[in-house]
């Protein structure tokens, strides 16, 4: 085993399911001491559970000023400075222009970019020497899908918050990137009303328009945050990794 996180505080926010949990895992594997969030008394038990050595999973609303603070307070009293930041959390409410719900725009707006605003803005006087923010963007911010206004309206503010971010905080040597996954099989698609089996059937309509010809394993993009959050990107910052198995590309 590489290490790659030996000994290093992490925070995975999001942490109790699909890509979140597998990057949770594997930074446990490379020797990190993580904390990981859910929205859910439920959820947070199952990740206990899913994580054997986990330092803590907590409840923590990720578009509450008031849960992060006191989140990576606790962090920082406990376990110190604040090595690595994987800022996940997020929601999908799908529904065109004409249809979709200002309660669903503005959900998907304060989860999936206010969130991680506040996160980051927590998260700064925490932060070690040379840490790294990993935010979960989404190819969705550079494509036009019918029905993923706010969602891709959202992972667009968050991509150029990444670039904000690093004009403020790469002077200081702390780095942000971010990862920008393709369609991948996670529970986040039947979380939207829809039935399982229609969300699984929309997901594999995509397989044909993917070079690989599949759609991801959360694995895969955790492997990639992985590379970002560790020191084998010690020079990358302000990037969006793209892992989607080629859709956007052709
Ligand atoms: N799957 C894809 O195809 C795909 C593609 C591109 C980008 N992404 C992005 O990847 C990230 C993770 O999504 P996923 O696919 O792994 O979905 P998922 O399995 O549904 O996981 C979403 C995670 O976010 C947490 N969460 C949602 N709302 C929250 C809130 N208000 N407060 C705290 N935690 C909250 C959930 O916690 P609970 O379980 O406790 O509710 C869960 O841990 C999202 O930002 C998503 O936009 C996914």
């Given at each position: 085993m590489s290490e790659k996180?030996?000994?290093k505080v992490a925070l995975v926010t999001g942490g109790t399911s699909g890509i979140g949990l597998a990057t949770a895992r594997l930074f446990m594997e490379e020797g990190a001491r993580v904390v990981v969030t859910g929205s859910s008394e439920a959820s947070v038990a199952q990740a206990r559970a899913a994580l054997p050595?986990?330092?803590?999973?907590?409840?923590?609303?990720?578009?509450?000023?008031?849960?992060?603070?006191?989140?990576?307070q606790d962090m920082r009293a406990e376990l110190g400075l604040i090595d690595v930041a994987f800022l996940n959390a997020g929601v999908l409410r799908g529904g065109s222009l004409a249809q979709a719900s200002e309660a669903d725009f503005d959900e998907v707006l304060d989860v999936d970019l206010k969130g991680p605003w506040l996160a980051m803005r927590a998260l700064i006087p925490h932060l070690a020497p040379g840490a790294s923010i990993v935010l979960n963007t989404s190819v969705a911010n550079e494509r036009g899908w019918p029905g993923l206004g706010a969602y891709s309206a959202a992972k667009a503010g968050l991509r150029a918050l990444v670039r904000t971010a690093t004009a403020e905080l790469a002077p200081q040597g702390i780095r942000v990137n971010a990862v920008s996954p393709g369609p991948t099989l996670t529970p986040i698609f039947g979380r939207n009303g829809v039935p399982a089996e229609q969300a699984e059937a929309a997901a594999n309509s995509l397989i044909p328009r993917i070079p690989l010809g599949r759609l991801g394993q959360p694995e895969d993009i955790a492997k990639a945050v992985l590379f970002l959050a560790s020191g084998d990107a010690a020079f990358v910052?302000?990037?969006?990794?793209?892992?989607?198995?080629?859709?956007?590309?052709v």
């Open positions: 996180l030996s000994g050595g986990l330092v803590w999973a907590r409840v923590s609303d990720a578009r509450s000023d008031a849960d992060i603070k006191a989140l990576v910052v302000g990037a969006e990794l793209v892992v989607d198995g080629g859709l956007s590309q």
